[in-house]
């Protein structure tokens, strides 16, 4: 059986970017399309090339890289990270009195998009809650073990001096009122039941205490009570873990002519910054390339970063450079951004995506054994 050389491989896994074309975009490593050549999947081949590569790590920002896995298993991580994990939002609001110029759904909406965290063992211990519906209204009901309790009650008062100010022409509200202005530090969190011992330490609060809710004036005030429940993102946005999880394919430079003096200048700022270096032409550059003779010491553009590239395609539309550079993407090359709400670290998102992907993948191997019995 033909075995394709390594350099043949490569070509075959890259995507082709052009001035105004994109090619090779369907990949070719299944079972038939190469005469000869057994593409059958294979997990120890599997095991050998993927790889998992982490480029930057935060709490709330992550970026890595997935090599040598296939798009559609890809856009599954992304696409359950944005949807299908589990998280802590607010629910219902009973609004007792708001005589805010913030209408009541619109508070409601507010409230429900802050992101809330708390400790991971006590939202991994809650349950589902069921909205009770017409025909079994009793199926919902409220408790220690599936709902979380939080309140917001402030007023807007006039401070000592407040009027004197305006008297004499002050317009800054810090300095004429207080708890004008209504942010997420100020939901409190009443736990009950169990929920005393499991948020002790870590009780639930906005991840963000900063977040403005409202702004009130003297004599205007809002009070309500909030429930708060674990939902996914498929059912509403404000559900969603990730503020975004996104994947792009590694971008690829191939000079395959000499760019030097001032050209390489040029070419340099066609791409974003560090991803092409200057280096000076040295004896053995010469040797490789007899066109540069005379030429040493002058710079000369070379591959630094090509990670940080956007693909923008400005090089090609210069003349004297669409000879000289071909650019790309590596097929099987993900670079996953994802970006915490603050419920769970970033890293944790992926991990747990791979563990639901797994539970799906347990679910139809089952409902295939019971149709093939």
Not at 127 to 156: A, F, I, M
Not at 205 to 234: D, S
């Amino acid at each position: 059986m033909p075995v394709p050389s390594a350099e043949e491989l490569t070509k075959r896994k890259r995507v082709e970017v052009g001035i105004e074309t994109v090619s090779n975009q369907a990949s070719t490593d299944f079972p038939g399309h190469w005469p000869g050549e057994s593409h059958e999947w294979d997990i120890e081949h599997f095991e050998k090339k993927f790889d998992i590569r982490f480029h930057k790590y935060h709490p709330h920002d992550a970026e890595f890289s997935l090599v040598g896995i296939d798009t559609s298993v890809a856009n599954a991580f992304r696409r359950i990270m944005l949807a299908e994990i589990p998280t802590l939002a607010i629910e219902t609001v009973f609004i007792n009195q708001n005589t805010s110029i913030v209408q009541d759904e619109v508070l409601a909406h507010r409230l429900g998009l802050i992101p809330l965290q708390g400790s991971k063992e006590g939202l991994d211990w809650m349950r589902w809650y069921h909205q009770p519906t017409e025909d079994d209204p009793g199926s919902g009901s409220p408790s220690d073990y599936n709902c979380v309790q939080l309140h917001l009650d402030v007023k807007c008062e006039w401070q000592e001096d407040g009027l004197k100010r305006v008297a004499q022409g002050e317009t800054d509200p810090d300095r004429l009122y207080t708890g004008h202005n209504v942010y997420a530090r100020d939901i409190v969190y009443t736990p009950t039941g169990k929920q005393h011992d499991i948020f002790d330490k870590e009780p639930i609060k906005p991840v963000h205490p900063q977040i403005l809710i409202a702004k009130l004036r003297p004599k205007q005030e809002i009070t309500l009570m909030m429930h708060a429940v674990k939902g996914v993102g498929q059912d509403h946005a404000k559900f969603s873990p990730v503020a975004t999880a996104s994947y792009r394919l590694l971008p690829t430079i191939d000079i395959t002519k000499p760019i030097v003096g001032a050209d390489a200048k040029k070419f340099a700022r066609c791409f974003p910054r560090k991803v092409i270096a200057l280096e000076e032409v040295t004896a053995q550059d010469v040797q490789e390339h007899p066109e540069l003779k005379g030429q040493e010491g002058e710079a000369k553009a070379v591959v630094a970063d090509p990670m940080s590239d956007t693909v923008s395609r400005e090089c090609l539309r210069h003349a004297e450079f669409k000879a000289k550079v071909k650019l790309g993407r590596v097929r099987d090359h993900f670079i996953f951004r994802v970006e915490s709400t603050g419920q769970r670290d970033s890293d944790e998102l992926f991990l747990e995506s791979v563990r639901l992907l797994k539970v799906k993948c347990q679910r139809i191997k089952r409902g295939l054994n019971e149709m093939m019995r």
